[in-house]
Structures are given as structure tokens and as C-alpha cells.
């Protein structure tokens, strides 16, 4: 199957920068869309931005102009660097990636990893 690893999270003072990373492994056939999400106490995940495999990005409109999603197909990798950051963007981030596994050819699910913790204080 397919895992995702995120890392990069921390707590970093408002203003401050970020990069989070992700990294698809296992059994893979092909990467599509790969993404990240985050999510807030009792509330559901919301899309952050969005990667195709061909690096067309969309962003969430809170975090247009501060944020940069990139990916580097070769490793299967995604990265967030994230600018500007405000109180608000405290949460858990999630990465997600539309696969292929080599088991399942011709079925493309989605796959998350574990969260990693954005604290920004203020």
C-alpha cells in the first residue's frame, strides 16, 4: 500500500515561516493529486492547497499569498512552506496524495498521513 510521512511541524511565533514536508512510500504505482489539509478542534479537515502532478497549485483563501505548496515527483514528495503565519493557523496538518498502489492498478484512493502539530503563538 501506500504511506505518507509529514514532518516539519512546530511552534513558531506569529510572523514567523515554516516548511512541512511529505513523503509517499510503498508499493506505488503512480502519484496524482497530492495535498494539504488541516484541521481544528471538533471542527472538519479543510483543504489548505492542492498539487497536481502536473504542479498546477490551489490554495485555500485563507492562506493565499502566504503560503507555497510544492512537489518533487521524482521522490514523491511534497513540501508547505507556510509565511506570515498567523494565530489562526494553529492546527493539525494532514497531508493527502490521490494514489495508484502496484496492487491495486487501475484504482486510485486517497491516502493521509499521521497530522503534525502547527502551534503559532501570538
Known amino acids: 500500500q501506500v504511506q505518507l510521512v509529514e514532518s516539519g511541524g512546530g511552534l513558531v511565533q506569529a510572523g514567523g515561516s515554516l516548511i512541512l514536508s511529505c513523503a509517499a512510500s510503498g508499493s506505488i504505482y503512480r502519484v496524482y493529486d497530492m495535498a494539504w489539509y488541516r484541521q481544528y478542534p471538533g471542527k472538519q479537515r479543510e483543504l489548505v492547497a492542492l498539487i497536481s502532478h502536473g504542479g498546477n497549485a490551489n490554495y485555500g483563501d485563507q492562506v493565499k499569498g502566504r503560503f507555497t505548496i510544492s512537489r518533487d515527483n521524482g521522490k514523491n514528495t511534497i513540501s508547505l512552506r507556510m509565511d506570515d503565519l498567523k494565530s489562526e493557523d494553529t492546527a493539525v496538518y494532514y497531508c493527502?496524495?490521490?494514489?495508484?498502489?502496484?496492487?491495486?492498478?487501475?484504482?486510485?484512493?486517497?491516502?493521509w498521513g499521521q497530522g503534525t502539530q502547527v502551534t503559532v503563538s501570538s
Open positions: 493527502m496524495a490521490g494514489a495508484t498502489p502496484m496492487e491495486s492498478l487501475g484504482i486510485i484512493s486517497n491516502y
